[in-house]
């Protein structure tokens, strides 16, 4: 019998998938009315591949037969089918489905693919996501009969990445797979979803044939722009203008539409009013195009109206099985002189180089364009990818990583799509070339409840910071800081240190320098006796020998050729910032010289050079060449300390070792469950705070330590408790509805006595009486005193955009006053909870401060990975507030002395 599926049921279960080839394909659940189209599906596929689905050859399928394969309960028999085309003209050209054995967490898997689409991974795909929906059906293994001669499918099995069993049944193969989402599952679908993305791009980065639509003969129109930078750029392929109004455009024969071009097209480009765009895309869909690049606004950007377009156009461009830029974007450049593709609006082209740049911001795009043009900067390639619809910076970032004509990759980005995603691709990307990114001013998002001190202290800011840091990206500070970074990347080697040395001929722009380059972490050391030798014996005796290096106005061309080798083959010595202030202009040009003539040493020898030259910026033609490499200079020598950083950040990240996500076997997953359900269920809300016994059993069943605690009602079952505990005791308010105790006075520490705990109890109900919350009080929670231990907080939020965030940092009463915390994105590896705890100011308490003794840091380190354990196996934990943890002495652990933790139905 068939169960119809609502329709959030149906967007949960629904995706559009890129394929081998680039192009995309929605994958949906299956329906009754699909009945027609699943029997065209049948008609169409050839004998070959219905006997490898259903063992034998069929010659025929009735409409009952089709009804039967269409009618799925959606639980224990699930079935989705791949679609291409809209509405009415929606064509089916694949089925995956799955049948439960009954009264067991097995269901047995069959596929069939159409003969012309086979071979794109699309049974790849059906098997990834019937596997994602089986596991919430509680199945936990697919069962599938394929015969010997069934390659194909074998390898779709076996390349999955799921842990198979399989074997041989007579001319039959039974194979087991275990649908756990391993590490090598996820690798295995992130290494399928990169080539796809790949793929797709190369009709937008290298395409044989651009029509542009709307294409003008009027001045100063985006149509006209676009066209003739096709043109005067010398585009390596064919370019079709169409305009309905004109029978020709730059000399080139124009076309009414897209559908009269007489050749093949791989990329649109699309300048027409907004209302007509969504005509045109489905002439180009038809016309068989790769891709679109929509330059036209009107969509997401102006609000409900526009947004409600912009999906109808994603819609369409998916049902086609097409990629999209935009809408509302500046287009793309590639610089390559195999392609010579400049597809935006703007007459500035950099030159050609090896840094790639992403912009979500069409806006900002032609100053970009000119600003990089002014500071000689190469970009590889440009995209502006405005509303991000469909591509985003992670297809991009996937196409780069492996692009041998990029080596530095920069982005502006105003929102993050999928943050989990986008750390993934990042962290890959990053561990071969460095990614520098500069975001607009985040925006807290409105409407959010802050209920804890980790989520008052989680901004985006702060969120924004996490997720870079875990992806291995540079952030740069602004547009200005993000060009200085991309021209030292893009034209320097990495430095091995951090240890600079400067040079200068004026003293004042030196010693700031030397201040901004300790500012960044950056070392000024003390040059090698022989260098100070050897620079007294050729230097003015107004010079001041050191570091940095002060030559005074009196110098010589030739004193800052010799100064310069000696700083080369100086032992102390990573990387060396020029200063000079030319005092006339020969001199200027006889300096550029000596480090034109120096630059590829200091390259060969893996030194780091950069200046600050008055009068030049960026990577000027007179500071090197495209050949033996450019040296960037810098307005402001302060620039120079900001860049540099930015490179040993990079250098000191490749060698940071890769950290693993840990599994704890001494957690119990299934009580904590209950604990949790039996929590929200009790209290009848889709959200609840825990009460003190409900969050003791659950960091208990993940082996977590907290301060043994007793629940008293009355004063004198308080005292009872604190005698049985031993004094002295901590008195505390026990209460669902009361976040912060000590706030309205609700914690009494240090009772010695058991009468004392007893008049605790009777000035907290005072307390409460007085600000009118006396029927808040449950009774009092009464815990041993922990002596001595640093004061710490670790805790949990769950960000709108980012999803589950940790915190770590200095606790206590004033966590949120000094607020020296560190957030990290989860899941975290064992190498993040290392990092998180030593990104704090406090952590120079626990390594021992002024003679006390050394904390014990790698046991909190332990607990925050068991934190993230925890949230990991229970979504339903929205906040969470571990305040104080008292990390004790070395190799006595720690104590969590007291705890809120919110959990929700919504978020399961």
């Known amino acids: 019998m068939s169960t119809e599926l609502d329709k959030k049921s149906i967007e949960k279960y629904s995706t559009s998938v890129a394929l081998k080839d680039g192009s995309s394909l929605h994958l949906r659940p299956i329906q009754m009315v699909d009945e027609e189209r699943l029997l065209s599906l049948f008609n169409r596929l050839s004998k070959q591949t219905i006997y490898l689905r259903f063992h034998h050859v069929l010659s025929h399928m009735s409409k009952e037969e089709a009804r039967r394969f269409c009618t799925v309960d959606y639980v224990n028999t699930f079935a989705l089918v791949g679609t291409l085309g809209e509405a009415d003209e929606e064509r089916i050209i694949a089925v995956g489905r799955y049948a439960r054995q009954p009264g067991a967490e097995i269901a047995q898997i069959a596929f069939e693919v159409e003969d012309k689409y086979q071979g ?129 455009i730059a000399a080139v024969k124009a076309y009414p539409s897209v559908l009269d071009i007489p050749g093949d097209v791989d990329l649109a480009i699309i300048s027409v009013p907004a209302e007509k765009v969504q005509e045109v895309v489905e002439e180009s869909a038809r016309k068989g195009a790769k891709g679109v690049v929509v330059l036209s606004s009107g969509f997401a950007d102006i609000g409900p109206e526009g947004v409600g377009r912009q999906q109808k156009l994603l819609n369409t461009i998916r049902s086609y099985g097409m990629r999209m830029l935009g809408p509302n974007c500046m287009g793309m450049i590639n610089t390559n002189p195999g392609v010579n593709l400049n597809a935006t609006f703007s007459a500035i082209v950099p030159p050609p180089g090896n840094i790639a740049f992403a912009t979500q911001s069409g806006a900002l795009g032609s100053a970009i364009l000119m600003y990089a043009t002014s500071l000689n900067i190469g970009l590889s390639t440009f ?37 989990r995603k986008f750390t993934r691709i990042a962290r890959s990307i990053s561990t071969k070339k460095p990614v520098v990114a500069v975001t607009s001013n985040p925006i807290q998002p409105s409407g959010r409840i802050i209920s804890s001190q980790t989520s008052a202290m989680a901004t985006n800011q702060a969120a924004t910071e996490a997720l870079f840091k875990q992806a291995g990206i540079l952030r740069a500070d602004t547009l200005e800081d993000l060009f200085d970074t991309g021209s030292m990347l893009a034209n320097q080697p990495l430095p091995k240190g951090n240890r600079v040395a400067i040079l200068s001929n004026a003293g004042g722009p030196a010693i700031l320098t030397a201040e901004a ?40 061309i030739e004193q800052y050729h010799d100064a310069l080798h000696l700083l080369l083959d100086d032992e102390n010595v990573d990387m060396v910032i020029v200063i000079f202030i030319p005092p006339i202009l020969r001199l200027s040009e006889e300096f550029a010289a000596i480090i034109r003539e120096v630059a590829p040493l200091f390259r060969k020898q893996g030194k780091p050079l950069v200046t600050s030259f008055l009068g030049l910026r960026g990577a000027r033609i007179e500071l090197g060449s495209k050949e033996k490499g450019y040296v ?106 009361i976040p912060q105790r ?41 815990q041993k005193m922990v002596q001595g231990g640093i004061e710490v907080i670790v805790g949990v939020t769950q960000h709108p955009a980012f999803g589950p965030l940790i915190m770590f ?96 139905l919504e978020n399961d």
Request: proline share 5%; charged share 25%.
């Open 742 to 782: 000590m706030e309205i006075n609700g914690v009494i520490l240090d009772c010695r006595a058991e009468d004392e705990v007893e008049q605790a109890f009777i000035r907290i109900s005072e307390n409460m009486d007085a600000v009118g919350r006396r029927n808040d009080m449950e009774g009092v929670i009464i």
């Open 120 to 248: 794109l991974g699309i049974g790849t795909h059906l098997l990834d996501q019937l596997a994602y929906i089986a596991r919430d059906k509680g199945i936990t293994t697919f069962e599938a009969e394929v015969l010997a001669e069934n390659r194909d499918m074998m390898n779709v099995l076996i390349n999955s990445g799921f842990k198979m069993n399989r074997q041989i049944q007579g001319s039959v193969y039974l194979g087991m797979l275990d649908l756990a989402p391993t590490e090598i599952v996820e690798q295995k679908s992130f290494e399928r979803e990169k080539f796809a993305s790949i793929a797709s791009l190369r009709a937008f980065l290298n395409p044989t044939s651009v029509v542009v639509i709307g294409a003008s003969r009027r001045p100063n129109t985006i149509g006209n722009f676009v066209f003739r930078n096709l043109i005067q750029q010398d585009f390596k392929g064919v370019v079709y203008p169409v305009n309905p109004n004109a029978a020709s």
């Open 632 to 737: 960037p200079s810098y307005t402001f020598p302060e620039s120079t300390a900001g860049a540099l950083s930015k490179a040993l950040e990079f250098s000191q990240r490749l060698r940071r070792p890769v950290g693993k996500i840990p599994e704890f076997a001494d957690i119990d997953k299934g009580r904590a469950t209950s604990i949790i359900q039996s929590a929200i269920e009790k209290s009848g809300k889709t959200q609840v705070w825990l009460d003190a016994e409900s969050i003791l059993g659950l960091l208990d069943c993940y082996g977590i330590k907290f301060v043994t605690l007793k629940l008293a009602r009355t004063p004198v079952e308080a005292a009872a408790a604190a005698k049985d505990m031993g004094c002295p005791v901590a008195v505390k308010i026990l209460s669902s509805t």
């Open 517 to 556: 380059c300790k500012a960044r972490g950056l070392d000024i050391p003390s040059l090698s006796p022989n260098t100070i030798s050897k620079l007294k014996s050729f230097l003015s005796p107004k010079a001041i020998i050191g570091n940095p290096i002060d030559t005074s106005s009196e110098f010589t």
């Open 809 to 904: 940092g200095l606790g206590g009463v004033y966590a949120e006053l000094f607020k020296d915390v560190t957030f990290s994105i989860h899941p975290l590896t064992n190498i993040d909870a290392h990092d998180m705890v030593r990104a704090v100011k406090a952590y120079q308490m626990l390594e021992g401060w002024r003679g006390s003794k050394r904390a014990d840091i790698e046991s909190i380190e332990e607990l925050i990975l068991r934190i993230s354990a925890l949230v990991e196996n229970h979504p339903q934990i929205l906040e969470m507030d571990l305040n104080p943890v008292k990390v004790l002495p070395q190799g006595e652990g720690y104590l969590v002395v007291d705890g809120r933790i919110l959990v929700s």
């Open 383 to 419: 995209v502006s990818i405005g509303n991000r619809a469909d591509i985003s910076s992670n297809e991009l970032l996937q196409y780069w990583e492996d692009d041998p004509d990029t080596d530095v990759v920069l982005l502006y980005l105003e929102t993050f799509g999928n943050p």
